[in-house]
C-alpha cells in the first residue's frame, strides 16, 4: 500500500507529489472509480487510478481566467502580465496563448510550475515572493523587468485580498487592468467556514463587498463580477472581479450584482 499522491506521481499521472495532492484536493482523482478528496490515502498496486477533465491546460484553474477574460472582454494581446499565485501556471499558459509579451509569475511556493510553462522564454518565473510585500521596486529586482504590469491577474489561497491590494495597487499603472479571484473562504472569520465551506450566501456576498470596497478605497474602481465557473477547494464557490485604477465605479452599483452572484449557488 502506498499514499495517493505518492501513486500519481510514480505512475507519471501527476508531475508531483505537489500537483498530485493538487488534483486530488480539487476532486479530480478517483480510485476503482471513487472520488478521492485526501492524498494521504492508501492504495494497493492494482487500484485503478484516474484523473476526470483532462485536457491541455496545467491546471484547471486556466479556465477561470478564461472566463474571466471573456466575460470581461480584457484585451491580452501585447501586454505585460503579472500572475500571482501562479502556481502550476495555468493561468500564465492562457496569458501567453492569449498573446501576452511577457508574464510575470510569482509565486510564494516552489517547484509548482509546470516544466512546459517555466520553459517559455515569455516567462519570467520567480519563487517565494510574497505579493503581500510587493512594490514595484523589488518587482523589477525580482523579474529584471522595468516596465510596469499592465494586465494584473491573481489565484491566491490562504491570504485575505485585502492583505494584497496595496501591493496590487502599488504596482499597478493608470491603463492596468486587474482580474481577481475571490475566495470567500479565505476572506471570512473561521467561524464561518465550517468542513471548509461557507455556505451562506449573504456571507459571501460580504466577503466579496469588503474586498472591492477596500480597493476602492486604495482607488481601484470596479468593472464587473463574475461566478468562477469551476468551483474552489471543498467545493467552494468563488468568484472573479474586474478592477482597475482610476476607472469603473463605486462598488454601491454593483451591490445588486454581488448579491446576486453570491446567492446563485
Not at 96 to 117: F, K, M, N
Amino acid at each position: 500500500m502506498t499514499r495517493l499522491d505518492a501513486a500519481l506521481a510514480s505512475r507519471g499521472l501527476a508531475r508531483s507529489r505537489t500537483h498530485a495532492a493538487t488534483l486530488i484536493s480539487e476532486g479530480l482523482v478517483s480510485v476503482d472509480g471513487r472520488p478521492v478528496v485526501k492524498a494521504s490515502t492508501s492504495v494497493g498496486e492494482g487500484a485503478e487510478i484516474t484523473i476526470a477533465g483532462a485536457d491541455h491546460y496545467v491546471g484547471r484553474a486556466a479556465h477561470k481566467l478564461i472566463a474571466g477574460l471573456d466575460g470581461f472582454a480584457v484585451p491580452v494581446q501585447g501586454r505585460l502580465a503579472l500572475d500571482m499565485g501562479a502556481s502550476t501556471g495555468g493561468f500564465t499558459q492562457v496569458l501567453r496563448e492569449r498573446g501576452a509579451r511577457t508574464v510575470l509569475a510569482v509565486d510564494v511556493g516552489h517547484g509548482q510550475l509546470a516544466p512546459s510553462i517555466a520553459a517559455d522564454p515569455g516567462v519570467i518565473a520567480v519563487e517565494g515572493y510574497n505579493v503581500r510585500h510587493m512594490t514595484r521596486e523589488n518587482l523589477t529586482a525580482a523579474t529584471g523587468e522595468t516596465a510596469a504590469p499592465d494586465l494584473i491577474v491573481g489565484d491566491l489561497s490562504f491570504i485575505s485580498l485585502e492583505l494584497v491590494l496595496p501591493a496590487v495597487a502599488a504596482v499597478a499603472v493608470p491603463e492596468s487592468d486587474i482580474l481577481l479571484l475571490v475566495k470567500p473562504q479565505f476572506e471570512v472569520g473561521r467561524t464561518a467556514v465550517r468542513g471548509g465551506l461557507v455556505t451562506d450566501p449573504a456571507t459571501r456576498a460580504d466577503a466579496v463587498a469588503r474586498t472591492v470596497w477596500s480597493a476602492w478605497d486604495l482607488g481601484l474602481g470596479m468593472l464587473g463580477i463574475l461566478p468562477s465557473p469551476i468551483l474552489g477547494t471543498h467545493g467552494n464557490a468563488e468568484y472573479l472581479v474586474h478592477l482597475a485604477p482610476g476607472r469603473g465605479s463605486n462598488p454601491t452599483d454593483f451591490l445588486a450584482a454581488i448579491e446576486n452572484v453570491a446567492y446563485a449557488r
